[in-house]
């Protein structure tokens, strides 16, 4: 423990346009399955993981594939009762769901602080 308390001035804060636009609970989901020590606040806004959960998350993912790809199917039946939208054939639309997603966590992992051990997501 130490003796004084100090105030760090380094931690930035930079937003990029953003991922998985309107797959909020969705991608909540698959983090809340694959990276058990993922930590959400109240609502689900802000997750918060350390650099080497994320990345054991990124190969549980791309090992849990058709799994992976069932919450996915979950969550756009769900949404295709609510909207009611024709999406084609739905295995070859939740297929290119999981790579454009997979995509998306390799992404976020290349852009976060090299200088922080945590990846802090937010949702808005």
């Known amino acids: 423990m130490g003796y004084r308390l100090h105030v760090c001035?380094?931690?930035?804060?930079?937003y990029e346009t953003g991922y998985f636009n309107h797959f909020y609970e969705c991608i909540n989901e698959i983090l809340s399955e694959?990276?058990?020590e993922a930590n959400f606040n109240e609502d689900g806004s802000i997750i918060e993981i350390s650099k080497e959960d994320f990345k054991d998350f990124?190969?549980?993912i791309t090992d849990n594939k058709d799994a992976v790809i069932s919450i996915i199917k979950n969550f756009v039946k769900k949404q295709l009762a609510i909207y009611r939208e024709n999406i084609g054939d739905i295995d070859e639309y939740c297929n290119n769901e999981y790579d454009y997603i997979l995509q998306g966590f390799k992404e976020i992992y290349e852009q976060v602080?090299?200088?922080n051990d945590y990846i802090r997501l937010e949702w808005f």
């Open 9 to 14: 001035r380094t931690y930035k804060v930079e």
């Open 34 to 36: 694959y990276c058990e």
């Open 58 to 60: 990124l190969n549980k």
């Open 113 to 115: 602080d090299k200088d």
